[in-house]
């Protein structure tokens, strides 16, 4: 009875101690051939079952974009593409998934455009998707980014559109019709009309941007209009001067004034958003019609386009290149000459004109002709003393 027990304390609960030792044994080879199967599997399939799929890899990146001050935009950018190939693996999207993401894009109305997206921004949801992609890569996601031979499709990018000042003061005059239309007619209380011809004059005869132009402060605006755009408020984050000039001044000083907000273009005690700025500007553009006048291609006239609109009028009006490129806080003349849009004959015609008040004001009597010298030549000629 005593040998029966001493033996079985050598047993595991399942068996024999050998039992045991061959089950040990039996996992340790079943490991390896796990990982030598998942090892043949990633060297024969790139799309492994335990390979990421898109919406996982936008996940985790998504968790890193969401720090960003634009990653509204960026997600705006990326969940179309994301919610159609969630599913698929990400290894998976190549070129041709691409081409004919697309193609379908190409065929879609957007609601309220009544058209489909510009080549310039499907183009930018293929850019957001490298960027994610690289990511996935740095991260040992995946072992390359499938996306990365896919190519753009050409386009213009950059916008031509130019008010002349005309219909700058065109759309500023308009702006007394720009109401509430939720209320009824004669209940509007003008804010909308003030601040557009403020916000206007700011864009166009001070070339801010529309983000330095919303970030305009009373107690910063000096008695000669002179303001410091901070470098943080930049977007090249340099600082620099502005003046706002007289007109933009008493636009300025119709606006009501917020005590509980330093801003100008401030309502209820905070600073008017961005997309609200923008709907107000989108519909001044409806009410004065000047959205015939962006350049083909433009389709719409844009904020930032009264930027370009007074760096037009300041280089027809001969402003310097380099006075142009410091007010619009460009570190580079290359920048500056994108906001110049001057058409070539204007151009021309000013060059001549110029050089013609250069050269024909500094005429005047012609000199008498040289008299020779009175002294003959050294040597008497031929016949002579």
């Not at 335990?50 to 935009?73: E, G, L, T």
């Not at 305009?216 to 706002?244: A, C, M």
């Given at each position: 009875?005593?040998?029966?027990?001493?033996?079985?304390?050598?047993?595991?609960?399942?068996?024999?101690?050998?039992?045991?030792?061959?089950?040990?044994?039996?996992?340790?080879?079943?490991?390896?051939a796990?990982?030598?199967?998942?090892?043949?599997?990633?060297?024969?399939?790139?799309?492994p079952?335990?390979?990421?799929?898109?919406?996982?890899?936008?996940?985790?990146?998504?968790?890193?974009?969401?720090?960003r001050?634009?990653?509204?935009?960026i997600?705006?950018?990326?969940?179309?593409?994301?919610?159609e190939?969630?599913d698929?693996?990400?290894?998976?999207?190549?070129?041709?998934?691409?081409?004919?993401?697309?193609?379908?894009?190409?065929?879609?109305?957007?609601?309220?455009?009544g058209?489909?997206?510009?080549?310039?921004?499907?183009?930018r949801?293929?850019e957001?998707?490298?960027?994610?992609?690289?990511?996935?890569?740095?991260e040992?996601m995946?072992?390359y980014n499938p996306l990365?031979p896919?190519?753009?499709?050409?386009?213009?990018?950059?916008?031509e559109?130019?008010?002349?000042?005309?219909?700058?003061?065109r759309?500023?005059?308009a702006?007394?019709?720009v109401?509430?239309?939720?209320?009824?007619?004669?209940?509007?209380?003008?804010?909308?009309?003030v601040?557009?011809?403020?916000?206007?004059?700011?864009?166009?005869?001070?070339?801010?941007?529309?983000?330095?132009?919303?970030?305009?402060?009373?107690?910063?605006?000096?008695?000669?209009?002179?303001?410091?755009?901070?470098?943080?408020?930049?977007?090249?984050?340099?600082r620099?001067?502005v003046f706002?000039?007289p007109?933009?001044?008493?636009?300025i000083?119709?606006?009501?004034?917020d005590p509980r907000?330093?801003?100008?273009?401030?309502?209820?005690?905070?600073?008017l958003?961005k997309?609200?700025?923008?709907?107000?500007?989108?519909?001044?553009?409806?009410?004065?019609?000047?959205?015939s006048?962006?350049?083909?291609?433009d389709?719409?006239?844009?904020?930032?386009?009264?930027?370009a609109?007074?760096?037009t009028?300041?280089d027809?009006?001969?402003?310097?290149?380099?006075?142009?490129r410091?007010?619009?806080?460009?570190?580079r003349?290359?920048?500056?000459?994108?906001?110049?849009?001057s058409?070539?004959?204007?151009?021309?015609?000013?060059v001549?004109?110029?050089?013609?008040?250069?050269?024909?004001?500094?005429?005047?009597?012609?000199?008498?002709?040289?008299?020779?010298?009175?002294?003959?030549?050294?040597?008497?000629l031929?016949?002579?003393g």
């Amino acid at each position: 009875m005593g040998e029966a027990t001493e033996g079985a304390a050598g047993l595991d609960p399942d068996g024999c101690v050998s039992c045991a030792r061959l089950r040990a044994q039996l996992d340790k080879v079943t490991a390896i051939a796990r990982d030598q199967a998942k090892a043949l599997a990633e060297l024969t399939d790139e799309a492994p079952p335990w390979a990421p799929s898109v919406a996982i890899i936008y996940w985790k990146w998504f968790d890193i974009i969401r720090a960003r001050d634009n990653w509204q935009k960026i997600w705006l950018t990326v969940i179309r593409f994301v919610n159609e190939f969630g599913d698929l693996p990400a290894i998976k999207v190549t070129p041709s998934v691409w081409n004919v993401y697309r193609g379908r894009r190409k065929q879609e109305i957007i609601p309220h455009l009544g058209r489909p997206p510009k080549d310039s921004y499907i183009n930018r949801e293929l850019e957001r998707l490298k960027e994610m992609f690289d990511w996935s890569v740095e991260e040992k996601m995946l072992k390359y980014n499938p996306l990365r031979p896919a190519k753009s499709v050409p386009t213009v990018t950059r916008r031509e559109t130019a008010l002349p000042p005309a219909d700058v003061e065109r759309l500023i005059a308009a702006a007394d019709d720009v109401v509430d239309r939720r209320l009824a007619d004669g209940d509007d209380d003008g804010l909308r009309a003030v601040v557009l011809k403020a916000y206007v004059l700011c864009l166009h005869r001070s070339m801010l941007r529309p983000g330095e132009a919303r970030n305009v402060q009373r107690d910063r605006i000096g008695p000669d209009g002179k303001i410091e755009v901070w470098s943080r408020e930049s977007k090249n984050k340099k600082r620099r001067t502005v003046f706002l000039t007289p007109a933009t001044l008493e636009a300025i000083a119709a606006v009501p004034v917020d005590p509980r907000s330093p801003f100008v273009f401030a309502r209820a005690g905070k600073q008017l958003g961005k997309r609200l700025l923008n709907y107000w500007f989108r519909t001044l553009c409806q009410v004065a019609g000047v959205d015939s006048l962006a350049a083909p291609g433009d389709d719409t006239v844009h904020a930032h386009d009264l930027r370009a609109s007074g760096a037009t009028t300041a280089d027809e009006n001969g402003a310097r290149a380099t006075a142009i490129r410091d007010a619009m806080g460009h570190s580079r003349l290359a920048s500056t000459e994108v906001y110049l849009r001057s058409s070539k004959v204007e151009s021309a015609l000013s060059v001549s004109r110029v050089i013609v008040a250069a050269t024909e004001s500094r005429k005047g009597p012609r000199r008498a002709p040289r008299k020779k010298s009175s002294r003959g030549n050294h040597f008497p000629l031929e016949g002579q003393g």
